[in-house]
């Protein structure tokens, strides 16, 4: 199974500023075939489901902010809040889709300072 | 629009089985797999596995191996999941979610259903 591993577990940010976060796949999650990163980041409040972010790295889904961008590839991932929205208050995980088992990262709480 | 509408809150007691339904509405049910996910009071998500809505072929983690069952019934476009042999470990929210087919990313997501395992 491919282990993901966020950092840091969680995040205290304030209003307007910056959040970061690191994933780690202990295998590469990159298709040579059609060159995609099977990576995905979810947004997660509690009471509700998850909600994609970005898929393949990279991409943003359909209504999703901009102040959302995920970049890497390979092994090696990260998904930046430019200016956290109070909103923005809660567990991210990235998720990797190369293959099954599809596994997800511990999660990281973000918390508004 | 797109919908996953899930069953409801369910209890059982250690040892009974649970069977969760997902309704799927908006789109072409075979183009897409259903996956089940879950999360423990605390903890984070767990891929349990998934049902190819067309083939009805499943992959399960090995965790869930020998006590899960992932179904669908395509004429009602609706997927199941049951667990057997039930735990207070089991308690969870339970969700079902679509990925195109494929391997493609799980973008909407039931509603989770709640299943409390205690005696």
């Known amino acids: 199974d491919i282990v993901m591993t966020q950092s840091p577990d969680s995040l205290s940010v304030s209003l307007g500023e910056r959040a970061t976060i690191n994933c780690k796949s202990s295998q590469s999650v990159l298709y040579s075939y059609n060159n995609k990163d099977y990576l995905a980041w979810f947004q997660h409040k509690p009471g509700q489901p998850p909600k994609l972010l970005i898929y393949?790295?990279?991409t943003r889904e359909s209504g999703v902010p901009d102040r959302f961008s995920g970049v890497g590839s390979g092994t090696d991932f990260t998904l930046t809040i430019s200016s956290l929205q109070a909103e923005d208050a809660a567990v991210y995980y990235c998720q990797q889709y190369r293959s099954a088992p599809r596994t997800f990262g511990q999660g990281t709480k973000v918390e508004i300072k | 629009q797109v919908h996953l509408v899930q069953s409801g809150v369910e209890v059982k007691k250690p040892g009974a089985s649970v069977k969760v339904s997902c309704k799927a509405s908006?789109?072409?049910?075979?183009?897409?797999?259903i996956h089940w996910v879950r999360q423990a009071p605390g903890q984070g998500l767990e891929w349990m596995g998934r049902i190819d809505s067309k083939s009805g072929g499943t992959i399960y983690t090995q965790n869930f191996q020998g006590r899960v069952s992932m179904t669908r019934d395509t004429s009602i476009t609706t997927a199941y999941m049951e667990l057997t042999s039930l735990t207070s470990d089991d308690t969870a929210v339970y969700f079902c979610s679509r990925g195109e087919s494929p391997g493609g990313a799980n973008d909407y997501w039931g509603q989770g259903t709640l299943v409390t395992v205690s005696s």
């Open positions: 908006g789109y072409t049910f075979s183009d897409y797999f």
């Open positions: 393949w790295a990279s």
